[in-house]
């Protein structure tokens, strides 16, 4: 419950914390002092009364009961569990250049079983960071969203009518299982993105491939933390949940290699007349072999589906119970004054960050440091100790965000910061239509400089050349 219901939550995050943070005293614990259920009960939880599917809600029981940090069973091994910010970032903090996630990763032992290469999810050490680099390259420049929007755009255009014509389809303009529309056009768009393949999963009647892959992804998933949980022996009888999981993984790679043979053959035959660019064709412009390049985007759609589901179905649902904030938006979207509609934008930015605050994609993941031990709050967590980061526990910290449950978009505002982002985005996109900006002629580089604020530590000189 939020301390001071009557105060307007925004003015709650400057009153001092409700709960000391966790000082760390001199010498740091050793795990026999860490508090955390016995191993068999910990296993009782998770295998039993459905506590796979509750371990989000077993984090924030599991910080209720013994603080924000515990140790527990998980299968064969221990894990300590962190469930506060400061502390996850104490751990990221001293993780080496690589991350390192489990050694538990069943994930990565069907890779090397099938002898299929890794990609980005799965690798590890220098390949990971290789990988990364060039993903990173590839991937991340703000030119290259622009340059998939057109595709992304057109999957949206049908997403809309997909819903249109599903709401029109009852009295009461119901869409039913919201999620499975969204999952279809999560698959769309992000073939359209890696391999330029248009799939008509929003379609009226959805060809059977897709509705395969989704089979699979759901499987997957489903068995993922099974395969992790369970002791060896159990795990390689027939029928067992590893079967269910690695015939799901051969059919994600199949659907994915069949689209991204699709494309590399009308590359080949065709240099010139295909449309577009898509992910499949920058990796092969790098030189990636065949085997990486199959790696890469199947984990890159798997990673592309579920994510921009979950997020999409929640906001939709936190913003049909929430009219006023949908009003805001759509209220704001009519008002032409600005003639750009950025009005709506932090708004809308803040609503799926409170979004995935209130339901995190990845409720937890995880982290080993494998050559030091590392100090955590008051503890000394030994080197190779398989740490879970508590995403879900820790964004519904009420020390950090109050009233943790509700839905309040507006927290993630700061005062100035809506009229801030108008004249900062209007400000650039007037100015960059009208002038090309230059460095000035033979002047050198301008350092930051603190004063309070960062600010320039000498006159920033320009060339505005009209256009
Ligand atoms: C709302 C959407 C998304 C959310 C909330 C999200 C969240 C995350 C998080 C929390 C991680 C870190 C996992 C870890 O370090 O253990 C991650 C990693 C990753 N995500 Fe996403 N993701 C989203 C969309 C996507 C999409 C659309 C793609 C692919 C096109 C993608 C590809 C990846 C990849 C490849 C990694 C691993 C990165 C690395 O190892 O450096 N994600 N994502």
């Known amino acids: 419950m939020s301390p001071a219901p009557h105060l307007p939550h925004m003015f709650l995050r400057f009153l001092p914390p409700l709960r000391p943070p966790p000082r760390a005293p001199s010498a740091p614990r050793g795990m026999a002092e860490m508090p955390g259920p016995s191993p068999i009960a910990s296993m009782y939880q998770l295998l039993c009364r459905g506590g796979l599917s509750r371990m989000h809600e077993m984090q924030v029981q599991g910080r209720a009961r013994y603080g924000p940090l515990w140790k527990a069973a998980f299968g064969p091994i221990e894990t300590v569990h962190v469930a506060q910010a400061e502390l996850i970032q104490q751990v990221l903090r001293q993780e080496g250049t690589f991350p390192v996630r489990s050694q538990l990763s069943s994930w990565k032992e069907y890779r090397e079983w099938r002898g299929r290469a890794c990609g980005l999810l799965t690798a590890e050490g220098a390949e990971w960071l290789r990988l990364r680099r060039l993903l990173g390259r590839l991937l991340l420049h703000p030119y290259r969203a622009s340059s998939f929007s057109g595709a992304v755009g057109s999957v949206v255009?049908?997403?809309?009518?997909?819903?249109?014509?599903?709401?029109?389809?009852?009295?009461?303009?119901?869409?039913?299982?919201?999620?499975?529309?969204?999952?279809?056009?999560?698959?769309?768009?992000?073939?359209?993105?890696?391999?330029?393949?248009?799939?008509g999963c929003l379609e009226p009647e959805v060809p059977s491939?897709?509705?395969?892959?989704?089979?699979?992804?759901?499987?997957?998933?489903?068995?993922?933390?099974?395969?992790?949980?369970?002791?060896?022996?159990?795990?390689?009888?027939?029928?067992?949940?590893?079967?269910?999981?690695?015939?799901?993984?051969?059919?994600?790679?199949?659907?994915?290699?069949?689209?991204?043979?699709?494309?590399?053959?009308?590359?080949?035959?065709?240099?010139?007349?295909?449309?577009?660019?898509?992910?499949?064709?920058?990796?092969?412009?790098?030189?990636?072999?065949?085997?990486?390049?199959?790696?890469?985007?199947?984990?890159?759609?798997?990673?592309?589906?579920?994510?921009?589901?979950?997020?999409?179905?929640?906001?939709?649902?936190?913003?049909?119970?929430?009219?006023?904030?949908?009003?805001?938006?759509?209220?704001?979207?009519?008002?032409?004054?600005?003639?750009?509609?950025?009005?709506?934008?932090?708004?809308?930015?803040?609503?799926?960050?409170?979004?995935?605050?209130?339901?995190?994609?990845?409720?937890?993941?995880?982290r080993v440091i494998p050559d030091r031990d590392i100090r955590v709050g008051e503890f000394l967590v030994p080197r190779k100790t398989l740490i879970t980061l508590c995403h879900y526990a820790a964004s519904r910290d009420p020390r950090v965000f109050p009233a943790p449950d509700q839905f309040h978009p507006e927290r993630w505002f700061c005062v100035g910061r809506r009229i801030a982002e108008l004249q900062v985005y209007q400000a650039l996109a007037q100015i960059l239509l009208r002038f090309e900006v230059r460095p000035e002629p033979g002047g050198g580089p301008i350092l930051p400089m603190t004063r309070t604020l960062l600010v320039p530590s000498a006159p920033v000189n320009l060339q505005f050349l009209p256009r």
């Open 157 to 199: 255009a049908e997403l809309v009518l997909a819903l249109q014509r599903e709401g029109d389809g009852n009295p009461e303009h119901l869409v039913r299982d919201l999620s499975s529309h969204l999952y279809r056009f999560g698959l769309e768009a992000s073939s359209a993105v890696l391999f330029a393949s248009r799939l």
């Open 209 to 366: 491939a897709p509705s395969v892959f989704i089979g699979c992804v759901h499987s997957m998933f489903r068995t993922t933390l099974l395969t992790m949980a369970l002791p060896r022996l159990l795990l390689r009888m027939r029928h067992s949940p590893w079967d269910t999981f690695c015939r799901a993984w051969d059919g994600l790679f199949e659907f994915a290699q069949q689209h991204i043979d699709h494309r590399v053959a009308a590359v080949v035959a065709q240099p010139h007349s295909v449309h577009g660019v898509c992910v499949t064709d920058l990796l092969l412009q790098e030189g990636m072999s065949m085997e990486s390049i199959y790696g890469n985007v199947t984990e890159l759609l798997l990673a592309g589906v579920d994510t921009i589901s979950s997020t999409l179905t929640w906001s939709l649902y936190e913003l049909a119970r929430n009219p006023q904030v949908q009003a805001a938006l759509t209220g704001n979207n009519t008002n032409t004054s600005t003639g750009t509609g950025t009005g709506t934008v932090p708004l809308l930015r803040a609503v799926v960050k409170e979004t995935l605050r209130l339901y995190p994609v990845i409720p937890a993941n995880a």
